[in-house]
């Protein structure tokens, strides 16, 4: 069974105080792994997709990327609009299901 | 584009009452998903629709609810009855392709049961 860990499940930064979330997973033929952010009240939003180990994205503070067994999303001098929950979601073999993790909610303080 | 329109945006209702949830895809999106998210469970995938055809149903959680897509603009997701434990976060998404993890999420429809 797919699955998908996010560490740590809260993370709490000041302005500037760069840091990084976890996502770790276990598929059976990785297919692409992908970040989302999710504001309050809203849906998910698509941030990455990454495909291969040693893959790297980036946008503006934010860099994805990917080993064979996790992810790592990279926050650079974080400011309190990147406040949200972070999601991770990996698909299944068939490529339509996604299997998303609990997230990392994230708050910066100014 | 609008992006992916759900209504209603806030539900409250007596258990054993019908809930009805809509959803309406960005055009020329093929695939539709209905999500479900808890504090408890996070986001689960409830089923999944291509060309209007539902494909994978496993995530419903029981016969009290069913879902439709009778157009390529429009689905519905149904509770009936509903139940305390039904009480979440809607989400429908929509994609372009089968291979593609990019879904755009509507702005979730929260079901209150009491």
């Known amino acids: 069974e797919d699955q998908v860990t996010q560490s740590p499940e809260a993370l709490r930064l000041q302005e500037g105080e760069s840091s990084s979330l976890n996502c770790s997973y276990t598929?059976?033929?990785?297919?692409?792994l992908f970040w989302y952010r999710q504001d309050p009240g809203k849906g998910p939003e698509f941030l990455f997709t990454?495909?291969?180990a040693g893959e790297e994205k980036e946008k503006e503070r934010l860099k994805a990327t990917l080993t064979k067994k996790e992810s790592f999303l990279h926050i650079t001098a974080p400011k309190p609009e990147d406040s949200a929950t972070y999601l991770c979601?990996?698909?299944?073999?068939?490529?339509?299901?996604?299997?998303f993790g609990e997230g990392t909610q994230l708050t910066v303080n100014p | 584009d609008a992006g992916v329109i759900q209504s209603p945006r806030h539900e409250v209702t007596e258990m054993g009452q019908e809930v009805t949830l809509r959803c309406k895809p960005i055009?020329?999106?093929?695939?539709l998903f209905w999500y479900r998210q808890t504090m408890m469970r996070g986001l689960e995938l409830l089923i999944y629709?291509?060309?209007?055809?539902?494909?994978?149903d496993s995530g419903m959680p029981e016969d009290r609810f069913s879902a439709k897509m009778p157009n390529a603009s429009f689905s519905t997701l149904k509770i009936q009855p509903s139940e305390p434990r039904d009480s979440a976060v809607y989400f429908c998404a929509s994609s372009l392709g089968r291979d593609t993890g990019e879904l755009f999420f509507g702005e979730g429809s929260r079901l209150t049961v009491l």
């Open positions: 990454l495909y291969s």
């Open positions: 979601a990996v698909p299944s073999s068939s490529g339509s299901r996604l299997t």
């Open positions: 598929v059976s033929g990785l297919r692409g």
């Open positions: 629709f291509n060309n209007n055809v539902p494909i994978d």
């Open positions: 055009s020329g999106h093929d695939y």
